[in-house]
């Protein structure tokens, strides 16, 4: 199916549904208008949800005039998280209505501002509040109320990055278990976008870091990789059921947290590990398995098995934008100081987008892929 196709499609559904149908408010596109329109924007969209490379098209799409209250962003860099894409084989907690524009998460630059808009100016660097807006496309008109600023004296990766993995790991360093310099943490995934933003973070803060991640023949190559971003111990898999994991905790405390990004096996190992009374943090479920609970983990170490996810932080403090604003300052002072690095990133074209979410989709791939405008 062309361009041109696609776009007939976007605009005959568009019609039914005159305001582009998501849960916050987003682009809406309005047969009348007394303002003349804001332009076209490039979009990679989809009308139906399936396999991301079989229903992922590049599309015009016609922009709504500027509303009093909302800004016109150009989007300059975009990430395809794995979220991303569940969302599009539509298995995600939450679906924006179709057809939509893929992408949770970006930065872009406000262009145009609506008379009453006070929270956002021209020029000014803003990534999205929510999930579901759809940052995968070159010019969209957002309400000002779902965009948060950035500083832009950090680097543009960093802030395309920004908003989802950093600011989950260092909710899951913070909100769960008192972490004191000396502590430990276990993760698995520890080569994920999540992963390397706990490793530095962690490191930030004078806290070890045991990271689990899947072998493979590059190891090595990883291992120096995550060490030289503050990463204490890298290990296998296969390891966490070896005695050499008893000769590990001779030189460090158990740890008081582990950060499940996989599921199944992994995360049953990860909870063997913990110390008594500590606590398993699940965010990500990469296996695809379900997690197994040892007994003994519960009777005898009274272990807490808990769950995060972001966008419902998000949306909990959305109305206390201190708290944001706070964790998002805190994370650019470490941008700022050299501590905190974006994911090793591959930057693609918009235009190559059907090599960005096959590279997205492949194991062992240990690279962010990065749509730029
Ligand atoms: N709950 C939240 O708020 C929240 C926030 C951010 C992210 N997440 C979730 O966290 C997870 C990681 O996201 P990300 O953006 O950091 O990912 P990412 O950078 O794309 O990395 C994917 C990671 O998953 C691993 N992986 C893939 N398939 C796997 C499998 N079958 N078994 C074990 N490991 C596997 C990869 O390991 P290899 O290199 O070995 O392939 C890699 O470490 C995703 O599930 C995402 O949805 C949740």
Request: glycine share 8%.
């Amino acid at each position: 199916m062309g361009v041109l196709r696609v776009v007939q499609i976007v605009s005959r559904v568009l019609v039914a549904h005159p305001v582009w149908s998501r849960p916050a408010p987003c682009v809406s596109y309005r047969s009348f208008s007394a303002k003349p329109l804001a332009g076209e924007s490039t979009a990679l969209v989809y009308t139906t949800h399936g396999e991301p490379s079989q229903v992922i098209k590049l599309g015009t799409l016609q922009l709504p005039s500027l509303g009093d209250k909302s800004a016109l962003v150009k989007m300059l860099a975009a990430p395809i998280n794995p979220s991303d894409i569940n969302m599009i084989q539509g298995t995600y907690a939450i679906l924006p209505d179709l057809p939509a524009v893929g992408g949770n998460e970006g930065v872009g630059q406000v262009i145009e501002v609506g008379s009453k808009v006070k929270t956002v100016k021209v020029g000014d660097w803003v990534i999205p509040r929510d999930a579901g807006l759809g940052t995968w496309q070159t010019l969209v008109v957002l309400s000002a109320d779902d965009l948060v600023t950035l500083p832009s004296d950090i680097p543009l990766l960093s802030a395309a990055t920004l908003g989802v993995n950093p600011c989950t790991a260092l909710r899951m360093l913070s909100d769960f278990e008192e972490l004191k310099p000396g502590d430990t943490v276990i993760q698995n995934a520890a080569n994920s976008g999540v992963g390397q933003a706990v490793i530095q973070i962690a490191a930030a803060k004078g806290v070890h870091t045991i990271n689990v991640v899947r072998d493979r023949p590059d190891l090595s190559q990883l291992t120096d990789r995550l060490k030289v971003m503050g990463a204490t111990h890298v290990i296998k898999e296969e390891t966490l059921r070896r005695p050499e994991m008893k000769e590990l905790f001779k030189f460090y405390p158990r740890p008081k947290l582990a950060l499940n990004g996989v599921g199944g096996k992994s995360a049953t190992e990860l909870l063997r590990h913990l110390q008594s009374g500590g606590t398993m943090v699940t965010y990500g479920g990469m296996a695809k398995q379900p997690i197994t609970v040892p007994v003994s983990a519960l009777i005898f170490k009274d272990v807490k098995v808990r769950g995060f996810w972001v966008t419902q932080w998000k949306r909990n403090h959305g109305h206390n934008d201190k708290a944001l604003c706070s964790m998002l300052d805190e994370l650019c002072t470490l941008i700022r100081a050299g501590k905190l690095s974006p994911p090793a990133c591959t930057e693609v074209s918009i235009k190559d987008f059907h090599k960005a979410l096959d590279n997205a989709m492949k194991p062992y791939i240990s690279t962010k892929q990065v749509l730029v405008m």
